[in-house]
């Protein structure tokens, strides 16, 4: 049986600044890295990997650099890797994008039984958690996200049993193989590569799967496969506000003005 | 004539205007019909020039216009001459545009803002009633129903309270399978009143039950879905206008689902302001049975695990939050935070950095990755103001920012900032208002 991870390939948006003059990215020595919460979808599919045997192939929709992400996940311990990359994937949306992995998953599932798809819970640029619902719902899998941890799996029932962290409260829930769980950053700490692994990773076969393979209707992928379209993008807009007297020289005149300005306001009532 | 014929008029060849690409995801390839557009490893494009002919397709799905036509110095000679020879009108070489035909009749079918009443257990959350307030304000504009949907199990209440915040009219399924929220279960019970009843647009909440619901029924309608939306206008075509934090919070997106219907938005709680409750309104309830059984669905929810109150602050509701930062330096200065807080009757929240490195509990952490809060007062302290932590604080009414790097970014959101240590400004401010307190108490 098999465990499909999803990863995505994202510049570190952390590292991200914005131009104060033209208002625009400075992306400028940002670096890709593999989406954080993905980290972790990949270390939960190689600890089941290790507890139950069951295969593990990752899968990422992206760019053809998008390799080096896949060695990664090779690296520590993924069994297979599938780039799925071509230009008619390009520009898409969250709905698309399912499109391009629930087809990938389909095709890895002819081949060998389809257990669990893991996702993570959304990823640091999009921040959307669409993709994982997606595949669920295009697939007909159970969808079970925000997935915290992991109580067991049970092969000859076909069942997985897991807790989900909603606002307030956990539930714990059962339900059938194929399923799609997303995880949260909390179900565990992801291992690093050992350098025996990262050299195996290195010469691995990182498997490409372009449309001429997928064979997918161009007008369910993509650009044109997107049900949204991105009319703008601007900066936030900011207006800069009033710099409170020395703070550095005279601590008690700066909390004076601070309370006069408050109480003036009605903000605060002494 | 014969002279048009043979100068045939220039289409020039695109451009990529440095610094403004923001690797979107090669859109600009994609919309390529002659492969003119390749793209680096930074994820930008670059132009074959021997293959471009100037249709202008990459320009307009371009999100952020950093792409353009230019033309040689030869090819603005012809134009040039050109434009003297056809006089003012026939000038500017302005591409004949294949307008995407859009199927209006069809989209017209669709009409009605709805929003989805979450609860938990018959406990409705605050966002839904939030989302009621801003789909009033887009039906209004659109002329048409603000209209509600409960799914639940002996639920019916929240159809009173959903029309007390504006909904005139609530589409009710209420049966013993809607009992726990179940993915299955309520995306078909969603799909089936959309498929009957056609709104335009549909609002949820973005929380986890919320989004685990929107993402299953957008794909399952094959619509557009656009996630934390903080603002929801509608355009002149009549279209809903979604503008959310992109790219990590760094740039704004305004988004549209220009083909497909219901319109769908998630918007996270907090971010839109709670409408006046009127308790004397009343309206329609629409009921629907379950079009399905318990059989038909193999997830169960075992057990439901309320969390322990080890920290039942919720800073999403406070009026007032003293926030840390980075800056605090350790565990143990959070005391003087909350002893301010104290004084202001407010609460501690902090940065993510501040939960990274052990100091606050998670719940407590402001940001992209924590909640979205708007209180009256902010007061962020040793916080400079990563992006990420803006986006959960700025529409906040008054931001107060203590920091000792005058050019943290904090202070571009602040409406009073200070410049200067937290370790003496904090106890500066508890000290002028227990004094000015003691003073009016001695009066």
């Known amino acids: 049986m098999l465990i499909v991870a999803c990863i995505k390939q994202v510049p570190d948006t952390t590292q991200v600044k914005i131009d104060p003059v033209t208002g625009t990215l400075i992306r400028e020595g940002v670096p890709f890295i593999m989406n954080p919460f993905d980290t972790h979808a990949l270390e939960e599919s190689l600890r089941l990997k290790d507890k139950y045997g069951l295969r593990v192939a990752v899968i990422s929709m992206g760019p053809p650099n998008t390799e080096v992400t896949l060695r990664k996940a090779l690296a520590v311990g993924a069994d297979e890797a599938i780039l799925l990359s071509d230009r008619a994937?390009?520009?898409?949306?969250?709905?698309?994008?399912?499109?391009?992995?629930?087809?990938?998953?389909v095709g890895l599932a002819q081949k060998e039984e389809v257990a669990l798809v893991i996702c993570g819970k959304q990823t640091i640029d999009g921040d959307t958690a669409q993709v994982g619902p997606g595949i669920a719902t295009r697939l007909g899998y159970s969808q079970l996200t925000l997935v915290d941890h992991i109580d067991s799996l049970d092969l000859n029932a076909r069942k997985?049993?897991?807790?989900?962290?909603?606002?307030?409260?956990?539930?714990?829930?059962?339900?059938?193989?194929?399923?799609?769980?997303?995880?949260?950053?909390?179900?565990?700490?992801?291992?690093?590569?050992?350098v025996p692994m990262r050299l195996i990773a290195q010469d691995a076969p990182v498997t490409l799967w372009d449309n001429n393979v997928m064979q997918l209707d161009k007008a369910t992928i993509g650009l044109n496969g997107s049900a949204t379209q991105v009319r703008r993008i601007f900066s936030p807009e900011r207006t800069q506000g009033e710099i409170l007297g020395e703070g550095i020289n005279d601590p008690g005149k700066v909390a004076q003005l601070l309370i006069g300005k408050l109480v003036e306001k009605d903000l605060l009532f002494i | 004539m014969a002279d048009e014929k043979k100068v045939k008029k220039p289409r020039g060849i695109v451009r990529l205007i440095p610094g403004k690409c923001i690797a979107c995801g090669a859109r600009c390839q994609t919309s390529c019909a002659k492969d003119a557009v390749e793209m680096n490893d930074k994820g930008e494009p670059v132009i074959d020039i021997s293959k471009c002919i100037g249709c202008r397709k990459c320009i307009k799905v371009c999100p952020v216009e950093a792409l353009e036509i230019y033309f040689t110095p030869e090819e603005q000679k012809v134009l040039a001459e050109l434009a003297t020879q056809a006089g003012a009108a026939a000038a500017p070489a302005e591409a004949e545009e294949e307008e995407e035909s859009l199927d209006l009749a069809k989209l017209g079918e669709y009409r009605g803002v709805w929003v989805f009443v979450e609860h938990t257990e018959g406990k409705p959350a605050e966002?839904?009633?939030e989302l009621l307030g801003v789909g009033g304000d887009l039906a209004k504009t659109r002329g048409v129903e603000l209209c509600s949907v409960v799914i639940g199990d002996k639920v019916e209440h929240l159809c009173q309270e959903a029309f007390t915040y504006g909904a005139s009219k609530v589409y009710l399924m209420d049966d013993p399978v809607f009992h726990?929220?179940?993915?299955?279960?309520?995306?078909?019970?969603?799909?089936?009143?959309?498929e009957k009843y056609k709104p335009e647009i549909f609002l949820v909440g973005a929380t986890g039950l919320g989004r685990d619901l929107a993402g299953a029924v957008a794909t399952n309608l094959a619509t557009g879905l656009t996630a934390d939306c903080t603002g929801l206008a509608i355009d002149e075509r009549g279209f809903l206008l979604q503008t959310r934090p992109a790219f990590g919070g760094n740039i704004m997106a305004t988004i549209l689902t220009e083909r497909t219907r219901p319109q769908m938005s998630t918007v996270r709680p907090h971010v839109m302001t709670m409408p006046d409750k009127n308790v004397a309104r009343k309206g329609e309830i629409v009921r629907e049975s379950a079009p399905f059984k318990e059989q038909d669905f193999t997830t169960k929810v075992l057990e439901i695990i309320r969390?322990?109150?080890?920290?039942?602050?919720?800073?999403?509701?406070?009026?007032?939050?003293?926030?840390?930062?980075?800056g605090m330096a350790g565990k143990e200065n959070f005391q003087i935070l909350q002893e301010l807080a104290d004084e202001l009757s407010g609460v501690v929240a902090c940065s993510r950095a501040v939960v990274e490195a052990g100091w606050m509990p998670v719940e407590r952490q402001v940001g992209q990755t924590g909640k979205t809060v708007r209180p009256k007062i902010y007061i962020a302290c040793g916080i400079s103001g990563a992006i990420q932590h803006l986006v959960g604080m700025q529409s906040s009414d008054v931001i107060i920012a203590i920091n000792r790097d005058k050019q943290a970014p904090i202070f571009e959101v602040a409406t009073y900032g200070i410049v200067g240590d937290v370790f003496e400004i904090v106890p500066a401010i508890i000290k002028r208002i227990r004094d000015l307190r003691a003073k009016k108490a001695a009066k």
């Open chain 1, 89 to 105: 994937f390009g520009g898409a949306d969250t709905l698309a994008t399912s499109k391009v992995l629930a087809e990938a998953i």
């Open chain 1, 160 to 194: 997985i049993r897991c807790r989900r962290k909603l606002e307030g409260w956990h539930e714990v829930v059962e339900a059938s193989f194929p399923a799609m769980i997303s995880v949260l950053r909390e179900i565990n700490h992801p291992r690093y590569p050992t």
């Open chain 2, 127 to 129: 966002v839904s009633w």
């Open chain 2, 307 to 326: 969390d322990s109150r080890v920290d039942d602050v919720d800073v999403a509701a406070a009026d007032i939050i003293v926030s840390g930062g980075r």
């Open chain 2, 180 to 194: 726990y929220y179940r993915t299955e279960s309520y995306y078909k019970a969603v799909c089936h009143l959309i």
